[in-house]
């Protein structure tokens, strides 16, 4: 059976695609198709690693899920990591090609259409559908001439369009015929439907516009999308995403750092409800009745410390351990609770040494290759099995590593401080462990009741369900082109 392919594009940023996708992921395999999830390009920090040990975007990580198939690099071949405002480090189908300014990378795109075009078709050798997701928008006129996310793709691939628009946001008639309107003609021939996305109240109120998007587009409605509410127990992607989480007494304080990475790591801890997770936007001060302050990973360790202190939260750190609080620093954070952190070479960006936290007696030096791997292991505490991934530069030593709290196949892993009230791990995702989580917890005084994982399915099928309601998915298979190389 030769594959086909649909590819879902959006107004905009955060409209809704990555989860569309994967709810129609899920739908289409509990149909019986064998599906994987595309996106030629991504732009995200918080990256998740492969079975080969390469990088892809952390949606198309989750939609693999939703297939019910191993994450892969071809499903995320181009993956930019934005290190600086004007700078990115280009990851091209799992490994990092290098750093590259902004306009550079606009104006040279050199083998990267090629290289999505080959993970493309070596995605559809053994699977009846490819679900492609755009990034931002096809209305970026400028951006056209080099584009390999949108309509570039699609018209190279020769791939059909639904395009997906976000009243939430307002304007949702004006995001939907405007774009229409500034495309030019290849490109509006590859769009054959459109949808609206995260619609609250009583959608017969809006027959009248999306009519008028049809009348003014000659595009099909493909469905009107309600909100859906349990959208934020699945991992979230985009900084966009993150957000508090209210729930019981127990408070985790997390400092929203300006490049932070991996926050996928916050997920389970907000999933649990007697577990408030409270992330802290700058110029805030970190509140003073946390029971552990979490420091997430970063894509610039230094950079980020930087911004730490220039918004007071080292002083509040510090405050709060003095007070007999709890913190842990995962990655990048952890690297900033030791003495000091040398980048001689500046892979994390400027060459330099900078004194970290001081509440670990570690130091961290940027240099050696980049680890990016999935990993197993063992608390040295009870021996719960965790399962995780290292995606790193930079090695951690130390007096407190003496104190490891992790094993990996007989590697001790981590630092903690004499007291325990300080650890640190290049290991994320340990949260997700159901038993580690409920230890980790009980430390703090509080009971795990979640079943993490158990509770990411449920969900996903509850999204499948969602999109068989109210989205024409039989459209959307009628209008999916067959895949043939090109």
Request: hydrophobic fraction near 40%.
């Amino acid at each position: 059976m030769t594959a086909r392919a649909i590819m879902i594009q959006g107004t905009g940023s955060n409209v809704g695609k990555s989860m569309l996708v994967a709810g129609m992921a899920r739908a289409f395999v509990r149909r019986g198709l064998r599906v994987a999830p595309f996106k030629p390009q991504n732009m995200s920090n918080n990256a998740a690693v492969t079975p080969e040990g390469g990088e892809i975007g952390r949606a198309q990580a989750l939609q693999a899920r939703a297939c019910m198939r191993p994450p892969h690099t071809d499903m995320n071949p181009v993956l930019l990591k934005p290190e600086t405002d004007t700078g990115a480090q280009v990851i091209v189908q799992g490994k990092r090609r290098g750093t590259q300014a902004a306009g550079s990378f606009m104006r040279d795109k050199s083998g990267l259409l090629e290289a999505a075009l080959e993970s493309f078709n070596r995605l559809a050798e053994d699977v009846d559908l490819v679900l492609i997701e755009g990034a931002g928008s096809p209305a970026e006129t400028n951006l056209r001439k080099n584009d390999i996310a949108n309509m570039g793709f699609a018209c190279a691939a020769q791939v059909s369009v639904i395009l997906v628009g976000d009243i939430h946001r307002g304007g949702v008639i004006a995001q939907i015929v405007g774009t229409h309107a500034v495309l030019d003609d290849q490109d509006l021939e590859r769009i054959k439907g459109f949808a609206v996305n995260r619609f609250r109240g009583d959608r017969s109120l809006f027959d009248g516009g999306r009519d008028d998007i049809a009348a003014r587009t000659g595009w099909p409605s493909i469905g009107v999308v309600p909100w859906f509410w349990d959208a934020w127990k699945l991992p979230a992607e985009d900084m966009m995403d993150i957000a508090s989480r209210p729930g019981g007494a127990c408070k985790i304080v997390v400092p929203q750092l300006e490049r932070m990475a991996n926050f996928d790591d916050l997920d389970p801890l907000a999933a649990e409800p007697n577990v408030t997770v409270d992330i802290i936007p700058p110029g805030r001060a970190l509140p003073g009745d946390a029971d552990l302050v979490l420091i997430p990973g970063s894509k610039s360790t230094i950079g980020d410390l930087a911004y730490l202190r220039a918004q007071g939260w080292d002083v509040d750190i510090l405050a709060h351990y003095r007070r007999g609080g709890h913190v842990m620093g995962l990655c990048g954070g952890y690297q900033m609770l030791g003495t000091s952190i040398d980048d001689p070479d500046g892979v994390d960006g400027r060459p330099g040494r900078v004194d970290g936290l001081g509440l670990l007696d570690v130091q961290t030096v940027m240099a050696g290759e980049k680890r990016v791997t999935l990993t197993d292991a063992t608390t040295r505490n009870g021996g719960l099995p965790v399962q995780g991934y290292e995606i790193h530069m930079g090695r951690t030593d130390g007096g407190d590593c003496a104190r490891a709290w992790l094993d990996i196949a007989g590697r001790p892993e981590g630092a903690a401080s004499a007291d325990g009230r300080v650890r640190g791990s290049y290991l994320h995702g340990l949260f997700s462990a159901d038993a580690f989580r409920a230890q980790f917890l009980a430390d703090l005084g509080t009971d795990s009741v979640a079943g993490y994982d158990d509770g990411v399915e449920a969900t996903l099928d509850a999204l499948a369900d969602h999109l068989e309601a109210y989205m024409d998915l039989d459209q959307v298979l009628a209008l999916a082109d067959p895949v043939t190389r090109r």
